[in-house]
Nanobody, 115 residues
């Protein structure tokens, strides 16, 4: 059983920073992909940043240059450093893992950016 534990969400003023953490347990072998998605109120979940083995990291255009994903393969952890946050970044952020052809999601962590 793969479990994802997230931490680091919260409330921040515009222009501020937050760092999200995700730790995956129950992994056998290697993770195929790991990263973060977000879901705005009333919208579908969308990619924020994702590392895929053999392909590298890709970012949503709206966060490129502001957010940085780091992935530790040995510890199965991922961190999302979010800088220059804006109110439009307010959403629930979900950790994601693709492992042995199955998708796994964290419980979600709220990020709220005030004007």
């Amino acid at each position: 059983q793969v479990d994802l534990v997230e931490s680091g969400g919260g409330l921040v003023q515009a222009g501020g920073s937050l760092r999200l953490s995700c730790a995956a347990s129950g992994i056998i072998g290697s993770i195929t992909a790991m990263g973060w998605y977000r879901q705005f109120s009333g919208k579908q979940r969308e990619l924020v940043a994702r590392f895929t083995s053999g392909l590298g990291t890709n970012y949503a255009g709206s966060v490129e240059g502001r957010f940085t994903l780091s992935y530790n393969n040995a510890e199965n952890t991922a961190f999302l450093q979010m800088n220059s946050l804006q109110p439009e970044d307010t959403a629930v952020y979900y950790c994601y893992v693709l492992h042995q052809w199955r998708d796994y999601w964290g419980q979600g962590t709220q990020v709220t950016v005030s004007p």
